[in-house]
Every structure is written in C-alpha cells, then in structure tokens.
C-alpha cells in the first residue's frame, strides 16, 4: 500500500484503484499486495515477465478470481464482481490472453452474442452481420461475418475478440497481449483505435511483450515482478533499459550481452537436403510448391495473416494432407498421411494456437512434456518413471519453465510458460526438421532471446529448422534463407542477405484484391 | 496441491465425496434395520444385504467402467442397455437350441457367440464415432433403438428359459463371495492395471481433452476412441451375461433397461468429467455401489415406488453438488455467515473450476 492515500492534487482521479490485492493458488502466491490504479483517458501498460502475474491481475479486477486481500474501487466506489459478466455490466471490456469465443458460431454471432440487434423481438440476422461488418472494417478487417470462427487463423480470432470488446461502450478496456500474433498492420489498425477511444476518455489497460509497442501506445505503465508491484512509472520518464531491469530484477548487461550473441544465423548451413518438396499442395490452401531444407539449417517463413505461412507448414506436417506434389526426407519418399508419418520421419510441429492445437491443459508439465515421445512409443511401451523424470527435469530448467513443478497442470501456467512446454515436448523427440509456427508468442524478452538461441544452437548442431513468425526481424535475423509468402502461394525465397525492407516490398506489393485477408 | 496429508491428498483426488455419501446411504440402511449389516455364511457361501447389494450391482459395475472410458475420451454410449439384451438373448437361444442344452460346452459356446456379437456392435459404434465423424450421443442412440429389436428378432419375441448349471454360475453362482462380483473386480484390476501402468490411460486423458492436439502430438486418437467403445461394448455384453444368467432366462424388453443411465451416473458422482479427460475408475466403482445402495435402500425402507425415482434424483443430486467446488464454496460461505467472518479458504475454493461433473454436466446439456 505504497501509493499516497490521499489524492495528489495535480492528477485526476483514478477511475480504477486497486489496493493491497493478493491472489493465492495452491502452492502459489501469484500477486501479494499488489497496488494499481488505471486514469480515464489513458493507455496503462502491465509489464512483468512470463508468471509475473499481469493476467492475475487482471482477473482478480474483472472478477474472474476473488482476491484472498485487497480492495477494488472503481469510480470510487468499492466493487468485488463475481464474474467478468458483472464486471461487463460495469463498463470494464475485456479480452483475455486465451481467446475466448465460440468456435462454431460465426464471426458476427461471436462479435455481437447476447446484444445482437433485435426485429419483433427477435435476432436480426442480417442487421446482426451488417452491423458486425461494420465494426470489423472499422479494424482494417474485410471477412465474412458469415463465415464460421473457427475457419479463420489465430490472429484473426483475435481481432475478432478485440472488435467484440471495442463494440460496447465501456469506461475501461482491457486487452491482454492482443497484439501477440498479429502483423505490424493490423496493430496499426489496433492502435489507432485505441487512441480514439483514449481521446474520448476510456482507460485502457494493456500487456505486450512487444516493448516497441509498448512505448509507442502507452502514456504510464506499471512493473510486476513474481507478483509484487515494482513500480509505476510514466512511459515517457523510464528508459527501456530501465524497464527491462525492474521487469528482470537485475542489471540489462548480461541479457544485452546474450541479446547480441543469441539467434544469429550462425555460418554457412551445409547443402545435405533434410526435406525436399516438389509441387506440394492442396487445393484452397496453399498453391504447390518447391521447397528444400538443408541439415543445420533455418528457413524463414514470412508473409502477411493469411498468406498462407501456416498453411504450408501444416503440409509438410502432414496436419493437412496434401492433394499434390511428393516429399522426400533423407533422400527417401516420405508419404505423409498424417502428423504419425510425419513424426516418424523426423518432423516436428509446434502449432501457433498453443490453446487449441499445442497444450493439453489438464494434464500436467510431465505428461505434455513426454506426449510426444510418449505416442511415438506407442501406448505399450511407458517411457520408465526415471527416463522421464530426468527429461523434464532438464527442459524445465534449459527453458527456465515456471513453476518448476513438473506435476503442475499446464492449463495453469502463465501463457509464456504454456508455450515453452510446447517448445520443449517437440524437442524431447529430437527431431531432425523442427517447424516453429510462432514459437515466441506471448513469450518475454528474456525468454525470447533464450529461444532464439536456443534454435540457433540447434541449427549449428545439424538441426533443420522451419521457423514462421510475424516478427520480420527475428525471422531475418535467424534465418538463413527466407521464404517469402503471398496469397496462398510461395513467392519468393531470399538469401541471408535478405534485409526487412526486401520482404516488406515483396509482401506489401499492391494487389487488386483488398480482400486478400478473407479466407 | 503441494500437500503432503494424506487426508488432503485424498480429498484432491475426488473420492472423498462419494465415499462419504456411501457410508451415509449405508449408516442410514443400519440404522433402520440392524440386520442390514449382519453377514452370515452358509455352505461356504457369504450371505447379507451387503453381499447382495455387490452382487446386483455387479453388471453396472462393469458397464460404469466401460462407460468410464468412454466418457474420458469425451463420447458417450447410450447402447450399453441394448447391448446387455442382445448378449442374453444369443446365449440363452444357443443354449436352448444346442444339443446337449444342460452341458457346459453350450454355455461356453453360447457365451463366447455372444461377446464375439458384441465386439462387432462396439466395432460398429466406434466405426460411427471415431471414423464417420457422427457424435457419440447420436452414434449410439441408433444401436440403443435398434439393439432391443435385435434381441427380440433373436428370441422370436419370447422370453426364453434355460436351466444350465455353468451357465448359472456366472450370475448366480458363489465362490465365497457370487462369482459376479469375482468377475467385476477381476475387472476393475485389469483396467487399472492395464491404463496406469501402461501409457494408455495417458494416452486416453489427452486424446479426452484436447482430441486435435493429441492429434498432432502423434497419438493415434482415432483407433483410440474407436477401441474404448468396443471394451465398453464387451464390459456390457459379460453384464447381460450375469444378469441373464442370474434369472436362467433371456428378457429382450426388459433386461438391462435403463442401465446406460446407471452406468453414466456411477462415472459422474465418481467424479469424472462429462467433458473428457481425467477418469477415475475407484470413483466409477464407487458411483455404481453408491448407486446400487440407493436402490436397494428404496426397497428396503418400504418408499412407495411412485416416489424412488424421485427420491433416486435427490440423492444424485446432492452428491453431484457436494463435488462441485462452487456450489460447496457457496454452501460453506452461507453457513460461515451466519456464524462468523467470511473465511479466504472458502473465497478461494470459489474459482471457477471448469472441471467439475456437474458443471460439465449442464454444458453438455445446454450444447446443440
Ligand atoms: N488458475 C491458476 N492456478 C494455479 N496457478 C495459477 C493459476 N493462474 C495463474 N497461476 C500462476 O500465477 C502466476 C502468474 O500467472 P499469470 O498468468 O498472471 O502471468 P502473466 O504475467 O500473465 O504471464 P504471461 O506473460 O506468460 O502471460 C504463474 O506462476 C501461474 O503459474
Ligand atoms: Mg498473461
């Protein structure tokens, strides 16, 4: 209870005070009188590492969990919702870090659910969509609000769950790593937003790992640390070196230091073909394509939402079956039915859609951990107690996975530390072509070089990798050669020398299309 | 759960609840009648309402663990029922056709027509499931409509009566305890044994959970399901064998009635999820003899029948309710009012749990 008591009475009037707030799980202590206050007519960013507890905090104000201690006020009165539903109806809009829709209702159902435009009393399709549309265009977003949600890719599911909170008239808006999978573009649009509904006097709350976002958008941001208040500081008077050492906790030097080492595209890849395609693809997908992939070496994959990244990695999973074209692996034709003869072969795939595709929430950090492994055996053979401890116990501590409990259940990690475990349940197999569709999604700075690394280690130690993000730079930096991708089709491969603004200028060229978004 | 308790440790697990409310239904048996647990042996056999209540409710017992399985993957079958009266109805017809109708050697045949029978309905429920794509609610209803017809085509419509001697055995013989239970358990350790200490139950939690990311993991999530529907179609075809066993005939309308909603019962007050995932085979065998206590005590305390299905509910209810966390937290907060302040422990059992039966009970129902 660090903040003044009284008002200071330069500021305004906090719309949002949070004080004393402490959250318990089993065996965690996730925020401990944790202070926080949110101003109307400001961006506020939530910093902290992965587990810091920034999505307790959020929680613990819209409802979701009931504080152990601490009181919430807002507009000055004291609340304590019983779930974000009330906390809606009090004007707080949230977007949780787990996109929480209905998959099999479309987009403008999803965007407008329990408030769609009625005619004699009941829902109004037509106004419903058009309305729908109305809000999506408003984001740069030109889809079907016809269209079912789950056809459409993670990034995409985001803006829809971001275009649902915007569409209330909410006092607070919160959004929790809204920007996690989305391209400099759609953050564009995001942002402006923001501003708009800034200027008009709502408070947001906002969490990125993104720093550049970060400073960009932000007007005062608060620090977390293993869930205690570091400190609240205005954007403009906090360096990001600063930043980063009260997020870490100690000095910038040594995480600079391994910034600069990490994930540099290490010397010539050799020219021994892991993988080679010729003509694969499936109709709707992505168009066939020639692709090769050396031993010890990363290929780039980068193209804008929907050009069809994913898409293709998907294919040389097997996860989609391609309709044409032949893989080889090691010289020998591999084909792929299915992720099983894929495995088998030596591929491995982390999904960009950790939730839906990539963790098994309810089992714990051991079983998601040898899952893989595990299948591979085949159900009779159980990897022996001993073996497994000690692969976990390995991986916790290479991907510094938090908490350190292997029989902790994966769906109660923070979502950085979900990802890790995703990371490491495919590397526990030792694959010879690891895909990494978005392996550093919602995963902090420090964590982010730690992967870098780690997959440029991999690379130097035979290891060919796929990797597929929407950071051109990481994907720059780390690659060897990039495959540029547009419209469902491979466009372009570059060299090393690649820089941003090649791909920029390939991805970017105007196409006649405006909807080259919609699936 | 960090804690080392053991009682913590116990209550974690989930079966605390229906371990408490099976020692209530049967203090309250023993307390309206004191002979309920007196046990007597006679001619080598162990008698008493105890050892009947474990005989009558073996065929549940049984059809709960398959459904268990089932259910983990996160399917349902509604064809256990039908299933029990095909099963009966082929062995008691062979029986009765067979050369020698008293021999053993026609009670083994018959036996083994009839589970083989089985097999391929649960190949056939799992077919539609795992490999057509059709919900498991759907998928089985048709084996359940059509499944007593079968047993009717086979028994030409007629309850069909058979005195063998080895047949018998199976649901009315004793070996000490009646052989019904011998086999449920014999059962229940194959299971246990065969899931936990091999990866299968892992493999059956994950494929329950998250069905497309076990896909990609690399599990075989399709012959997955597929299998747990033939075991539990095999679990309910040895259960129409003890219950037609148990009465030396074959009943096409009535034998296994309603069983399937038993079986689902046992797998949910034992604490597993309608939703998938994890499974608990100890609370599955519990639910079924919480279940089978209940109906027996319907009978013994002489409540009018209009009402047993009633009363049945309530108590269904009551132990649904007591595992949910919510609904105990809100019951916990309501009597600490009155008494003193509000305790954190009772705000913190309050999170939302996602997993809990009833919870996933009402989701099931409010989904198309
Ligand atoms: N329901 C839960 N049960 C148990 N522990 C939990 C639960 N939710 C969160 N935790 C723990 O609380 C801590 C804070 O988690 P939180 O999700 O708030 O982190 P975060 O700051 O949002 O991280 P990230 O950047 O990875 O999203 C973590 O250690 C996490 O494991
Ligand atoms: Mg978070």
């Known amino acids: 209870m660090s903040v003044d008591a009284k008002q200071a009475p330069a500021e305004p009037t906090p719309l949002v005070r949070m004080r004393g707030i402490s959250v318990e799980f089993p065996g965690v202590k996730a925020l401990q009188e944790v202070d926080f206050r949110l101003f109307p007519g400001e961006v506020h960013a939530l910093m902290g590492e992965n587990g810091a507890g920034k999505s307790t905090l959020i929680k613990a104000l819209t409802g979701v969990y009931t504080p152990a201690a601490g009181v919430t006020t807002l507009d000055g009165r004291e609340v304590s919702f019983s779930g974000p539903a009330e906390a809606q109806a009090a004007g707080i809009s949230t977007v949780y870090q787990e996109v929480n829709l209905c998959p099999n209702l479309t987009v403008a159902e999803n965007i407008l659910l329990g408030r769609e435009p009625r005619r004699f009393g009941a829902v109004d399709g037509r106004a419903t969509r058009a309305r729908a549309a109305e809000l999506l265009a408003d984001m740069g977003l030109h889809i079907d609000p016809g269209s079912v949600l789950a056809e459409h890719p993670i990034a995409v599911q985001q803006l829809v769950a971001i275009a649902r909170a915007v ?82 906790g100690r000095e910038l030097g040594a995480l600079a230091e391994v910034e600069r080492l990490a994930g540099q595209a290490g010397e010539e890849a050799s020219t021994v073909p892991v993988l080679e395609a010729r003509g694969v693809g499936r109709k709707g997908s992505v168009a066939p394509f020639d692709l090769r992939i050396n031993r010890g070496e990363v290929v780039g994959l980068a193209g804008l939402l929907g050009s069809g990244r994913t898409e293709l990695a998907r294919l040389l999973f097997g996860a989609d079956r391609p309709d044409s074209g032949q893989v080889t692996v090691d010289g020998r034709a591999l084909h792929l039915r299915g992720p099983r003869a894929a495995i088998a072969a030596g591929i491995a795939f982390c999904s960009e859609d950790r939730k839906g595709e990539g963790v098994v929430a309810d089992l714990s950090i051991r079983d998601n951990l040898i899952l893989a492994m595990q299948a591979a055996n085949g159900w009779a053979r159980p990897i022996p107690r001993r073996v497994k401890d000690q692969l976990v116990e390995k991986w916790i501590k290479a991907l510094d996975i938090r908490p350190a409990n292997p029989d902790a259940l994966v769906g109660k990690l923070s979502g950085g530390n979900q990802q890790k475990v995703l990371l490491a349940r495919w590397l526990v197999t030792e694959p010879k072509l690891l895909i990494l569709d978005e392996p550093t999604r919602g995963i902090d700075i420090g964590a982010k070089t730690q992967i870098q690394k780690l997959v440029a280690e991999l690379a130097q130690e035979g290891m060919a990798v796929v990797y597929i993000s929407a950071e051109l730079e990481e994907v720059v930096r780390l690659s060897h050669r990039v495959v540029v991708m547009k419209d469902r089709a491979k466009v372009a491969e570059l060299d090393q020398n690649a820089t941003v603004d090649d791909i920029m200028r390939l991805i970017a060229h105007v196409d006649e299309r405006p909807e080259a978004v919609a699936a | 759960m960090t804690s080392t308790r053991p009682l913590d440790r116990f209550r974690a697990s989930g079966l605390l609840w229906p371990l408490v409310a099976l020692l209530v239904l049967l203090a309250a048996n023993a307390v309206v009648r004191p002979s309920f647990l007196a046990l007597r ?121 058979v005195r063998n001697p080895a047949y018998r055995t199976v649901g009315a013989g004793f070996l000490l305890l009646p052989v019904s239970i011998l086999i449920a358990v014999a059962v229940f350790a194959l299971v246990a044994l065969v899931t936990r200490r091999t990866a299968l139950g892992l493999l059956i939690e994950s494929v329950g959970i998250n069905p497309e990311a076990s896909r990609l993991a690399g599990l075989r999530a399709r012959t997955i399901r597929w299998t747990v529907y033939v075991f539990a179609a095999i679990c309910a075809g040895v259960a129409g064998l003890m219950i037609s066993s148990n009465v030396s005939a074959a009943d096409a309308n009535n034998a296994g009635l309603w069983i399937e909603m038993d079986a689902i019962l046992a797998v949910v007050i034992g604490g597993t999820s309608l939703a998938g995932g994890r499974y608990s085979l100890t609370g599955t065998m519990l639910g079924a003899l919480i279940i089978q206590t209940l109906t027996t005590t319907v009978y013994s305390m002489g409540i009018a029948p209009e009402i047993t299905l009633v009363f049945k509910a309530v108590v269904v209810i009551a132990v649904c309710l007591l595992q949910a966390p919510k609904a105990r937290a809100v019951l916990l907060r309501r009597t600490r009012r009155r008494h003193t302040p509000p305790d954190p422990d009772a705000e913190a059992a309050g999170r939302p749990s996602t997993h809990t039966p009833t919870s996933a009970m009402v989701e099931k129902v409010a989904q198309p």
């Open chain 2, 41 to 161: 042996i006679q001619d080598g056999h162990l008698y008493g309402s105890l050892v009947d209540i474990l005989k009558n409710g073996a065929p549940t017992m049984l059809i709960a663990l398959g459904m268990c399985l089932v259910i983990a993957t996160r399917g349902i079958d509604l064809s256990v029922g039908a299933v029990v009266a095909i099963s009966g109805a082929v062995t008691c017809s062979y029986i009765a056709g067979a050369g020698d109708p008293t021999g053993a050697g026609a009670a083994f045949a018959g036996m083994g027509i009839a589970l083989a029978l089985c097999a391929v309905l649960g190949l056939w429920n799992g077919f539609l499931v795992a490999v057509v794509g059709i919900q498991p609610i759907i998928a089985t209803l048709v084996l359940m409509t059509a499944g007593r017809g079968i047993a009717m085509l086979i028994t030409d419509g007629q309850i069909i009566t």
């Open chain 1, 167 to 248: 569409a209330v008239d909410a006092k607070v808006l919160i959004l929790d790593e809204p920007t996690s999978s989305l391209d400099q573009d759609e953050v564009a649009e995001l942002f402006r937003i923001m501003r708009h509904l800034r200027d008009r006097g709502v408070a947001i709350l906002f969490v990125s790992h993104f720093l550049e976002q970060v400073y960009e958008i932000s007007d005062r941001m608060t620090v977390l640390r293993n869930g205690r208040l570091v400190g609240e500081h205005r954007t403009s008077e906090l360096s990001r070196l600063d930043l980063v050492s009260l997020m870490i």
